[in-house]
C-alpha cells in the first residue's frame, strides 16, 4: 500500500517502540497524577469553528484550516481547524454542557493540539499537552491557584527527568506596577517583558521606551521589577524597596507570596517567585506559572498556566478558572534527544515461549494463555527455527524471559543464563521486569565504576 | 474566552465525564489485552502526504486537507490530509523506519482518524480506532491470521459489551470461485457482494449481471455462495456442494477451516465463517474479518480487518501484514446511545476530604497528601461550607467516602451512612470502590426483583 517516499515531515515527530515507552510512561504518570487528585478525564473534538480559534486575536498560533477534499463548491464552508491549545476547547465545552457539569469542574485533557509554527527544538507542529484545569461558576476560590503548583510539582517529581523549578508570578502586581509609573498600556509592556530572555535587557529597555511608550526611568523600574526573583516571600521586600504602590500592586503580592508559602508548605523547594514571568498575550488575571527543566532552561518552560477571571461567559454566567499544562511533547523530545532516559526494552513482553516444532505450536499457546491470564505479557515464537535463534529473537527486543515447552518446562532468564523448571499457572518474573523500565542516564552512571 | 455559541459538530462526538470513563475503560482494556499479547505501542503524526492519502483510489475515504491559516501566497503547498485510518499510515511508518525496526513487527496503535462522510449512527467525522498488526518481511506466517481473531475475541470477550462473534472470510475462496465461474472481474462482484447486507439478494443479483458483468445463472451462485455461514469448518462441504472447483478456491477452504478451527481451539464459539464477508475495496489477499455486535448488527461491524500479502513495498523488500481494528468510538457510541452501560461515578475520587474552616484547608490537605501515597484518589472539599453541603458535593459526583479532619477522624461511607474512625495512613475504601466502575444494564437488571 506504499512505496518509498516516507520522509518525515518536519514539525510532525514520531518515536520508536523503545521511545514510545518513554512518552507512555510520561502520560501514564500524569494520568495517575491527575486522577489521584480528582481530576476527571475528557476529550474534546479536535476541530473548532474558525470564528471561535481566532477570537481574542489569538493569530499568533498558526491555525490550520480544514477542507473536504470533495466538499462541493456549492457546499458552504463551515470554517474548521485544529484546536491550537486545549483552553479554547475547554472553555467552550464548559458553557456547551454547562447543565451537566458539577462546579468547581476538575478536569484534565490529555491531546494532541496543531500549530503550524517553524519547527525548531522543544516546538513541534503537532504535539500532545497534559492540562489540568478548575473551572467555577462565579467566583473561583484562590486556594486552587496554590493547588495548581502543587498538582504539578507532584507530577514533576514522579516522572523520570532532571530537577524540575516552577516560576510563578502574578498579573495584578505586574500590572499594578506598571500601571503605578505610568504605562499608558500595561499589556504592551508585558508582551515586551515576556521577550526579555531572547532579546536581553538593552533591547528590552529600548523596546519599552519606544514601543510601549514608558519614559527611560520607567523602563528600567520595569527590568529591576522583572530582576527579582526568590526561593520565599522575601520578594516582597524587594518590590517594596523600588518605591512603587498601589492597591492592585499589593494584591498581586499578597497572592505571589501566598501562592509560594502555600506550594512551599507542601511541596518544599519546588517553587520560586520569578516576577520576569509574564506569559504574552495569554489572557491571565492573577497567578501565572512557567516551569524549568534545570540544566535545559533553553528548551523553554515545559509546564505553563494561570489563572483566568473569565475563561467563559454566558449572557447569565461567568466562569473563572485555573490550569496548567504539561508540555509532553517538548519534554519527551528533550528527554530522547538528550538521551536523558531509555527504555529497558522495546516491546512489553515478558517471556517468549518457545516452539518446538510447527504442529506442536498449540502447546505453545495454551502456555502462553495461562501466563497472560496472570497478568504476563507473552509472546510466542513466530517460527520454530532452532533455539538459538528463538533466543535472538527475544533478546534483540530486550525480552527478559524464554520459556521452553516440555515436561519439565524451563524458563530461561537470556541476561543470566539462570534457568530453572516452573509451572505456567504459579511462576512469576522478576517484579521490576513485569513492565519495560524506563531509566534515567544519571542513575545508570551511578551504578558504573567510580 | 468563549461566548456561547457552543454547539455541537455534527459528526465529531463529545462525551461528559462519566461517559468519557466508559471510553477509558474500552482504551484501558484493549492496551492492556494488546500488550498482553506483545504488541508495542505506536503512534504516527495525524497527517500524511496527500499523493499518500489518494493512493490505490481511496478517494471514498473523505480527506480533509489542511492548509496553515497564515501560509504565505507564495508558499508551497505541504499537500497534507488527516489520516482516515491507521492502515496507510503504518505502512509509511514501516518503510521510513525499517532498519530500525525488527520483524515481525507486532503493534498496536489508538488514535483518532478522520473521514469526511456523512455522520450517522456507528460513523462519525472524528473517531478512535485502536488497531493490531503483525508485519514481516518477504513472508508473514499463516499462524498470525488465527491470532489476530484470539487477540480481538479475547478483547471483546473483556470489554462489558453484549456478545460478539467475529465473522470470518478469505479473499482466495471469493476470487477463486468467482474466477471458477467466469467472472470477467471478480474485485467488482467483491463490491457487488459488499452491499448484499444494505440492498438485498435481488438487488445484489441485479447489479452482478448488470455492473459485474455475471450471466444470470453466476449471479445466483454468487449469492449461494455468500449466503454460506457456519461455526465450524462445515462450510467447506457447502461450497463443495456448490459443484465449482479451482485451485485457489481450494486454498481459500483450506485456509478458512484452518482459522476457524483454530481460533474456535483457543476460544470456542467466537468466530463464525461467513462468506458474505467481503470488505469493498480494501485490498486484502487472504482471511478478512468483521465483528457482529450481537442483538446490534445494524450499526455495522466493530472490529474488522484482514491479511495483506503487499501492505508496503520499496525496491528491496516486500511487507506482507496481518491486521484487525475496533471502532472504539462506534462501539462507545452505540454503548452509551442506547445506554447499555453506565460509570459508577463521574470522578477518579474515592475520598472528599471536609473542610472544617478555611484556617484548617491545610489539614485537610495533610490527609488527602498521605490518602493518595497510598494511591487512594483524593479532593479536598472546594468550601468550608457545613458538612451537609459537602457531603452533597461528593454524592452530586458519586464520591463514596467523606472524611472528616479532627482526632478521631471519622470516614463515613455516604451510600450506606456507615461512620468508622481511621487513620489516613492505613485506612482501605472497599476494594471495587478504588476505580470507577462501568456496570453493564443487564447486569443491574438481574439484581432486580424477579
Redesign the interface.
Known amino acids: 500500500?506504499?512505496?518509498?517516499?516516507?520522509?518525515?515531515?518536519s514539525g510532525?515527530?514520531?518515536?520508536?517502540?523503545s521511545e514510545?515507552?518513554v512518552e507512555?510512561a510520561v502520560l501514564d504518570t500524569a494520568r495517575s497524577i491527575f486522577?489521584?487528585?480528582?481530576?476527571?478525564?475528557?476529550?474534546?473534538?479536535?476541530?473548532e469553528?474558525?470564528?471561535?480559534l481566532l477570537?481574542?486575536g489569538e493569530?499568533d498560533k498558526?491555525?490550520?484550516?480544514?477542507?473536504?477534499?470533495?466538499?462541493a463548491p456549492t457546499e458552504a464552508d463551515?470554517g474548521?481547524?485544529?484546536h491550537f491549545d486545549l483552553?479554547?476547547p475547554l472553555?467552550?465545552?464548559?458553557?456547551?454542557?454547562a447543565g451537566?457539569?458539577?462546579f468547581?469542574f476538575?478536569?484534565y485533557q490529555i491531546q494532541?493540539v496543531?500549530r503550524?509554527e517553524r519547527p525548531q527544538e522543544g516546538r513541534s507542529r503537532?504535539f500532545t499537552q497534559a492540562d489540568i484545569d478548575i473551572v467555577?461558576r462565579t467566583d473561583l476560590?484562590f486556594?486552587?491557584e496554590v493547588e495548581m503548583a502543587v498538582v504539578m510539582s507532584s507530577l514533576l517529581a514522579a516522572l523520570p527527568i532532571p530537577p524540575a523549578v516552577i516560576h510563578v508570578s502574578n498579573r495584578k502586581l505586574a500590572e499594578g506596577f506598571y500601571r503605578a509609573i505610568g504605562a499608558p498600556d500595561p499589556a504592551a509592556v508585558l508582551q515586551v517583558i515576556d521577550k526579555l530572555d531572547k532579546i536581553g535587557p538593552e533591547a528590552t529597555a529600548r523596546m519599552l521606551v519606544e514601543g510601549a511608550g514608558l519614559p527611560a526611568k520607567a523602563a528600567d523600574q520595569c527590568l529591576e521589577l522583572a530582576s527579582i526573583c526568590s526561593a520565599d516571600a522575601s520578594f516582597a521586600e524587594r518590590v517594596g524597596a523600588l518605591g512603587v504602590g498601589s492597591a492592585l500592586l499589593e494584591e498581586g503580592i499578597t497572592e505571589l507570596a501566598a501562592v509560594i508559602e502555600g506550594v512551599n508548605?507542601?511541596r518544599p523547594g519546588s517553587v520560586v517567585a520569578d516576577l520576569r514571568i509574564a506569559r504574552g498575550l495569554d489572557?491571565y488575571t492573577g497567578t501565572v506559572y512557567e516551569t524549568v527543566l534545570v540544566g535545559h532552561e533553553r528548551v523553554g518552560s515545559i509546564a505553563s498556566g494561570g489563572r483566568?477571571d473569565?475563561?467563559?461567559?454566558?449572557?447569565k454566567t461567568t466562569y473563572p478558572g485555573v490550569g496548567i499544562s504539561l508540555g509532553v511533547t517538548r519534554l519527551v523530545t528533550v528527554l530522547l534527544n538528550r538521551e536523558l532516559v531509555s527504555a529497558s526494552r522495546?516491546?512489553?513482553?515478558v517471556v517468549l515461549v518457545a516452539v518446538n516444532d510447527?504442529s506442536s505450536?498449540?502447546d505453545s499457546?495454551r502456555i502462553a494463555?495461562k501466563l497472560?491470564a496472570r497478568?504476563?505479557?507473552?509472546?510466542v515464537a513466530?517460527?520454530a527455527d532452532r533455539f538459538g535463534k528463538q533466543i535472538r529473537?527475544a533478546d534483540?527486543?530486550g525480552i527478559p524471559y524464554v520459556w521452553f515447552p516440555g515436561a519439565p518446562e524451563p524458563v530461561k532468564d537470556i541476561r543470566s543464563g539462570v534457568q530453572v523448571v516452573a509451572d505456567p499457572d504459579d511462576w512469576c518474573p522478576l517484579p521490576q521486569d513485569m513492565r519495560p523500565q524506563v531509566i534515567r542516564a544519571d542513575s545508570v552512571t551511578q551504578t558504573g565504576p567510580r
Open positions: 500500500m506504499s512505496t518509498p517516499r516516507a520522509a518525515s515531515i510532525f515527530p514520531e518515536w520508536l517502540p514510545r515507552i507512555l486522577e489521584l487528585h480528582g481530576f476527571a478525564s475528557i476529550e474534546t473534538r479536535s476541530v469553528p474558525l470564528s471561535e477570537r481574542k493569530i498558526e491555525v490550520y484550516v480544514l477542507r473536504r477534499l470533495h466538499a463551515p474548521l481547524g485544529l483552553t479554547v472553555a467552550r465545552y464548559v458553557l456547551a454542557n451537566h457539569l458539577d468547581p476538575r478536569r494532541k496543531w503550524g503537532e467555577d476560590a486556594h486552587h508548605a507542601q489572557y483566568y473569565t475563561l467563559a461567559s454566558d449572557t522495546s516491546v512489553p513482553s510447527e505450536r498449540p499457546d494463555a497472560r497478568g504476563i505479557a507473552t509472546e513466530p517460527r529473537y534483540r527486543r
